[in-house]
């Protein structure tokens, strides 16, 4: 093959793996914090007196939930900007 055919083929594997890693990224959180906010509301009509405690706690997952999601969205914005992958032709 050719310089600049490996070239594109690389460009378009990392591109199908970025929209997989945001895209799945993304689904994967909201489909946790949506399973998470439903259960903390059925803790909260079963126990109002603990919705001071639960409340805490949901939000506390809620960051570490979408800090995961930020940190993929940053690799996958590092392999769409600085791919270390078209190091390996030259």
Same mark, same amino acid.
């Given at each position: ?14 591109? %199908? +793996? *970025? @929209?997989? !890693?945001? /895209?799945?990224?993304?689904? &994967? $959180?909201? %489909? +946790? *914090? @949506?399973? !998470?906010? /439903?259960?903390?509301?059925? &803790? $909260? ?46």
């Amino acid at each position: 093959m050719e310089k600049l055919q490996l070239l594109g083929m690389i460009q378009a594997y990392t591109s %199908v +793996g *970025i @929209g997989l !890693m945001v /895209g799945l990224g993304a689904l &994967g $959180a909201c %489909v +946790g *914090i @949506g399973i !998470m906010c /439903g259960r903390f509301l059925e &803790g $909260a009509a079963r126990q109002p007196e603990m919705i001071p405690t639960l409340q805490g706690k949901v939000f506390l997952l809620l960051g570490l939930i979408d800090a995961s999601f930020i940190i993929g969205l940053g690799i996958a914005l590092f392999f769409a900007v600085a791919n270390p992958l078209l190091g390996a032709l030259g």
